[in-house]
């Protein structure tokens, strides 16, 4: 779930997070169990850029580690088009793979299912596809981790949730400080790119969608702050809510460098 210093946040976040002989190691949530079902599936359809789960013991999830930049070092790697878009074909890849599984009867979402509308297809959606959880190789997207907010949906849920991160839709000041660009990203043509590698979709209003999906996100967190869940608490707390309804008026007050 991006929040707006998600980066300095990184060491924090994966405090209770260790990776001993290639092997990770972290708390387990209420849907990990589902997730380690997903992604046995999507490993049995030849994917091999997901985690390879081993199991849950004692509250501890653990899973294969894969090698690469992930956490803040993803951003370098997907500033060039190559590395945008092949996030891109990743995240479709996924998709496609994950649209026939069928959920273990006592499944537990990470996040609410969102319904899909007719001629749309349903996928298990990530939930959280920033560059932070692609692992990258040489400006290279080889792998979609840390799956806590597995839920279905429609393909665009995921899309619109990327190109906030990756176009990224953000203020100049954000691009070039926060993401760590040279210089202040052509928007309109960063959506392009990465639309047209994932492939397929139908014709969609980038500006509404992404905007949406911010307050998606804003209801979400509210709902795991008001559980008493972190970091999402401290978040809240500290004014990311009304942080993440500023980000979602600047998309649409900016629809002249999107569209």
């Known amino acids: 779930m991006g929040r707006l210093d998600r980066a300095a ?49 004692d509250g501890v999830e653990t899973l294969r580690f894969v090698e690469g930049a992930d956490g803040g070092d993803g951003w370098y790697h997907q500033h060039t088009d190559a590395g945008l878009a092949s996030a891109a074909r990743l995240l479709r890849r996924i998709h496609d793979a994950s649209a026939d599984w069928v959920p273990p009867a006592d499944a537990v979402w990470g996040a609410p299912p969102v319904p899909v509308a007719a001629g749309e297809d349903r996928v298990l959606c990530h939930g959280d596809p920033g560059p932070w959880n692609f692992v990258w190789r040489d400006q290279e997207a080889v792998a979609l981790i840390d799956w806590d907010y597995l839920h279905p949906g429609p393909r665009l849920h995921d899309v619109s949730y990327a190109l906030r991160w990756f176009a990224p839709l953000r203020s100049d000041e954000m691009a070039l400080a926060w993401h760590h660009f040279p210089e202040v990203p052509d928007r309109r043509a960063r959506v392009a790119t990465f639309v047209e590698a994932y492939g397929d979709l139908p014709a969609f209003d980038v500006v509404a969608a992404t905007a949406g999906r911010v307050r998606d996100t804003i209801r979400l967190m509210g709902s795991l702050a008001e559980q008493g869940q972190e970091p999402q608490r401290t978040w809240v707390a500290e004014g990311a ?5 500023r980000e979602a008026a600047w998309i649409e007050e900016h629809r002249h460098l999107i569209e």
Do not use: F, K, M
């Open 9 to 57: 946040d990184v060491n924090e976040e994966y405090r209770d997070v260790r990776i001993v002989d290639g092997v990770v190691a972290r708390p387990a949530t209420p849907g990990t169990a589902t997730g380690h079902s997903l992604l046995r599936h999507l490993r049995g359809q030849g994917l091999d850029c997901v985690p390879e789960p081993i199991g849950v013991v």
């Open 241 to 245: 809510l009304e942080g993440e309804e």
